[in-house]
């Protein structure tokens, strides 16, 4: 990897616009789709990457070309620019598609946490974009703890019950029934940090749910970690902002956010009445960035 590279002109023309593709020219096609699987790599210390960023951005037929790669792959292109370089996606049906009990069973035999590991994702997005002018602003970062998030499920499942009493639904399901609704009212069963003497913090906790997604998150290219407090400070990245853009329709997602749990600056979370709406069917599985099973 070589040193920072400016955002600069191309040294040659670029190829002209009905040229025939030729084998190199697929090769670097695949090459900048590769880049994009790689999402901690940035394109301002890469200059293959920048180069071939460059191309896509100034040659249609390349780009074309690349987005075909793509999509061959089962991969959907986000965005392709110096911000974010080529930001894709793992499609349904992708073999890089991440699947929320294939994740979960790396932690836990207990095939009922996947709700939870689910909802600790969508907790997260939910925290670091709590409002649609944060997720539409390019520049906006935003910040999110462990406990802040933890804390953030157990006041949104205080709020589903107040709500479920005030409209005489039953309120306590099964521990085993499906949904995130059933997810929401086994986290706040849940112990917090588990029950060690000295309080460390297991991996079936709800916090050590919630650092194994930040931490999955973090790997992936989405989060940067920042700190140590509360158990864990993260800041997100552009692909992040992409990633909840494009999942930002699904139901579980607003579901969450209509609850009016909204986080302040430091990661606590603070409860303020929510807005009347219509309820939202919620999707089993549902969960950042995966793909029900």
Same mark, same amino acid.
């Given at each position: ?99 929320? !009990?294939? *994740? ?9 946490? =996947?709700? $939870?590991? &689910?909802? /600790?994702? %969508? +907790? ?107 158990? !864990?400070? *993260? ?9 909840? =853009?494009? $999942?930002? &329709?699904? /139901?579980? %997602? +607003? ?39």
């Amino acid at each position: 990897m070589s040193e920072h590279v400016e955002w600069s002109e191309p040294d040659g023309p670029a190829p002209a616009a009905g040229a025939a593709v030729t084998p190199a020219d697929a090769a670097d096609a695949a090459r900048l789709v590769s880049f994009g699987l790689q999402p901690k790599l940035q394109p301002a210390r890469d200059q293959e990457y920048a180069d071939l960023l460059r191309r896509y951005r100034e040659d249609p037929p390349f780009a074309r070309l690349a987005d075909a790669v793509a999509t061959g792959l089962g991969l959907i292109v986000l965005e392709v620019s110096p911000r974010a370089g080529m930001a894709v996606t793992a499609a349904e049906d992708s073999v890089f598609a991440v699947r929320m !009990g294939d *994740y979960a069973r790396r932690t836990s035999a207990d095939g009922g946490d =996947r709700f $939870l590991h &689910g909802l /600790a994702h %969508l +907790a997260v997005a939910a925290m670091a974009y709590p409002r649609p002018e944060d997720l539409a602003d390019d520049g906006y970062i935003g910040r999110i703890t462990v406990n802040g998030v933890d804390a953030f499920v157990r006041q949104a499942c205080r709020r589903l019950e107040e709500r479920a009493e005030e409209q005489g639904e039953n309120t306590d399901p099964a521990t085993d029934a499906p949904g995130l609704e059933a997810a929401w009212r086994i986290w706040v069963r849940r112990s917090a940090t588990g029950a060690t003497k000295d309080a460390r913090r297991l991996a079936g906790s709800t916090t050590g749910i919630v650092a194994k997604a930040a931490a999955f998150l973090t790997e992936s290219g989405f989060l940067q970690r920042t700190g140590d407090d509360h158990g !864990g400070t *993260y800041r997100t990245t552009a692909r992040y902002q992409l990633q909840v =853009r494009d $999942l930002a &329709g699904s /139901a579980a %997602l +607003a579901e969450l956010l209509d609850l009016g749990v909204v986080p302040v600056t430091d990661g606590t979370p603070t409860l303020l009445p929510a807005e009347e709406s219509d309820d939202l069917e919620l999707v089993a599985d549902a969960g950042l960035p995966f793909h029900s099973s």
